[in-house]
């Protein structure tokens, strides 16, 4: 079987090696547990060491706030823009259609061809389902015009893009990161409660609390098609971004 490999110190190595080829996999975790680096990285890695074009898709920030978080370890991604091998998109979901902020991510994929593409995150059309619900874009999800007559939850609306995006992303020729914004405290893997099921593998960061330490941890908790580590395994976030300690235990 063919993988995308992260280039992430020792992550591959929990994966037995490597993320399986054009799988959409969920990264899960609560806020600053570095979900968003991790993404740049996987990217960058895979244009430096393995030459693949990738795309990254951000509702979070923009692009000088990303630009700038990645140079902080080293990572030049204005160079790599202008050498053709990455892409970033920014967009605001308060301004901007959930239809038309698919469409343009389809029509990017098609024309730039990412090998991997990293959508930062999730979590933000859930923040955004009553802004998104209108008629045109809950009709293009599925929805019959006589469901939408009646008053939508904002959960639906939510499920219902969530099981969009993650389809579309399953069906296209690319590795997806899908990140996903998680409350401290949660019963579910998403905070949509549906992209867990959809993904082929879900990749948690923890950040715990270990006496009076904080620790930085990763966990691979699903992967379709492939044998993978189970165990928590502590990270540090350093200089040239996450390294996963293989062999170290958390507790
Ligand atoms: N230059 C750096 N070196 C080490 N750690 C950093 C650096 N910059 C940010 N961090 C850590 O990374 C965290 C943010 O990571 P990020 O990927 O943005 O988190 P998330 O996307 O999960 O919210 C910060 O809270 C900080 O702890
Ligand atoms: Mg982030």
């Not at 008053?151 to 990140?179: C, F, H, N, Y």
Request: aromatic letters at 6%; charged letters at 25%; a negative charge.
């Amino acid at each position: 079987m063919e993988r995308t490999k992260t280039g992430v110190k020792g992550l591959d190595e929990l994966l037995k090696g490597g993320i399986p080829k054009n799988a959409v996999v969920l990264v899960s975790g609560a806020a600053g547990s570095g979900k968003t680096i991790f993404g740049l990285q996987f990217l960058v890695n895979g244009i430096t060491e393995f030459g693949e074009k990738g795309m990254f898709v951000t509702f979070e920030e923009s692009h000088e706030d990303v630009t700038s978080q990645a140079a902080q370890f080293g990572w030049d991604l204005e160079k790599l823009e202008a050498d053709g091998k990455l892409r970033i998109m920014t967009f605001t979901p308060s301004k901007h259609h959930l239809s038309h902020i698919n469409s343009e991510i389809e029509n990017a994929i098609n024309s730039f061809k990412p090998s991997r593409l990293v959508y930062d995150s999730i979590s933000t059309i859930g923040v955004y389902a009553e802004v998104i619900a209108d008629v045109e874009t809950l009709m293009s999800l599925g929805l019959k015009k006589e469901d939408i007559a009646i008053e939508l939850p904002p959960e639906t609306i939510t499920r219902r893009a969530v099981m969009d995006i993650m389809g579309k992303l399953k069906s296209s020729q690319l590795t997806s990161l899908v990140v996903s914004e998680l409350p401290k405290k949660s019963d579910y893997l998403s905070r949509d409660t549906v992209s867990e099921f959809i993904a082929d593998g879900i990749i948690l960061l923890h950040c715990l609390e270990k006496k009076e330490k904080k620790i930085r941890a990763i966990e691979v908790l699903k992967m379709r098609r492939t044998n993978h580590s189970m165990d928590l395994v502590p990270i540090i976030l350093g200089e040239k971004g996450i390294e996963v300690l293989v062999g170290e235990k958390v507790y």
